[in-house]
């Protein structure tokens, strides 16, 4: 199963706040002390950082009834079927930071929850960094190739139930290289991990942005920032 290592993840003090759910702009007037938190979570957390994707290129047989055919697996659902359709091939990603920095997390919160949750807050916000990252490695690729790319679509985004389409991604590519497993719930461990399918081809469009089909997009404040 190929790899891909060696990720360069540029991540400020902002994502670390934003990972935890918090403004930046209304801590940095009220909480200064939270901010100082995430600048020194920042600091210490990234050594404990090992990023990693394993990752499969398949293409594409056929699509039948919001099941899509791949040499070696299928895909299925109705957010799969819209935006996959026209695809020729598709990539498959299991992105990790790894479990180092978990344990670190662990100790943390029993001893200084602040320090916990800034800790928290970066494994989150490098995981989004690692998948993004990964996600325009291979959106480079296609339009080196000519090729155009859909938006990157994970499990648990509406009309792709967690269950099924974490089993169906985990049957394509193997996490266990990279050092992920799957819970029987469709979890994945380490938590600061993300899973993702890529549409690839000629004819394929970037329809809207992943937010517009989050279960969270009527009420998250950080849209624009992940566009």
Same mark, same amino acid.
């Given at each position: 199963?190929?790899?891909?290592?060696?990720?360069?993840?540029?991540?400020?003090?902002? @994502?670390?706040?934003?990972?935890?759910?918090?403004?930046?702009?209304?801590? /940095?007037? /009220?909480?200064?002390?939270?901010?100082?938190?995430?600048?020194?979570?920042? @600091?210490e957390?990234?050594?404990?950082?090992?990023?990693?994707?394993?990752?499969?290129?398949?293409?594409?047989?056929?699509?039948?009834h919001?099941?899509?055919?791949?040499?070696?697996?299928?895909?299925?659902?109705p957010?799969?079927?819209?935006?996959?359709?026209?695809?020729? @091939?598709?990539?498959?990603?299991?992105?990790?930071?790894?479990?180092?920095?978990?344990?670190?997390?662990?100790?943390?919160?029993?001893?200084?929850?602040?320090?916990?949750?800034?800790?928290?807050?970066?494994?989150?916000?490098?995981?989004?960094?690692?998948?993004?990252?990964?996600?325009?490695?291979?959106?480079?690729?296609?339009?080196?190739?000519?090729?155009?790319?859909?938006?990157?679509?994970?499990?648990?985004?509406?009309?792709?139930?967690?269950?099924?389409?974490?089993?169906?991604?985990?049957?394509?590519?193997?996490?266990?290289?990279?050092?992920?497993?799957?819970?029987?719930?469709?979890m994945?461990?380490?938590?600061?991990?993300?899973?993702?399918?890529?549409?690839?081809?000629?004819?394929?469009?970037?329809?809207g942005?992943?937010?517009?089909?989050?279960?969270l997009?009527?009420?998250?404040?950080?849209?624009?920032?992940?566009?």
């Amino acid at each position: 199963m190929p790899l891909l290592r060696d990720w360069d993840l540029p991540l400020d003090v902002d @994502q670390v706040l934003r990972a935890q759910g918090a403004d930046p702009a209304v801590l /940095r007037a /009220r909480r200064p002390a939270l901010v100082d938190a995430a600048e020194q979570a920042l @600091q210490e957390g990234l050594a404990y950082l090992a990023p990693v994707a394993a990752y499969r290129e398949l293409a594409v047989e056929s699509l039948r009834h919001e099941r899509l055919f791949l040499t070696g697996g299928v895909l299925t659902g109705p957010l799969v079927a819209q935006h996959l359709r026209s695809a020729q @091939q598709v990539v498959v990603l299991a992105c990790t930071i790894g479990d180092a920095l978990e344990r670190v997390i662990s100790e943390a919160m029993s001893e200084d929850p602040v320090r916990g949750l800034a800790l928290d807050g970066l494994g989150s916000a490098a995981a989004e960094g690692l998948a993004a990252a990964a996600a325009a490695h291979f959106e480079d690729q296609a339009r080196a190739q000519g090729l155009h790319t859909t938006i990157p679509l994970s499990p648990g985004m509406v009309g792709w139930p967690v269950e099924e389409g974490q089993a169906e991604i985990f049957s394509l590519v193997d996490g266990g290289e990279a050092g992920i497993s799957l819970t029987s719930g469709g979890m994945m461990v380490p938590r600061k991990s993300i899973s993702l399918v890529l549409g690839v081809g000629k004819d394929v469009a970037a329809e809207g942005r992943s937010c517009d089909f989050c279960n969270l997009r009527e009420t998250c404040r950080y849209q624009d920032h992940y566009a």
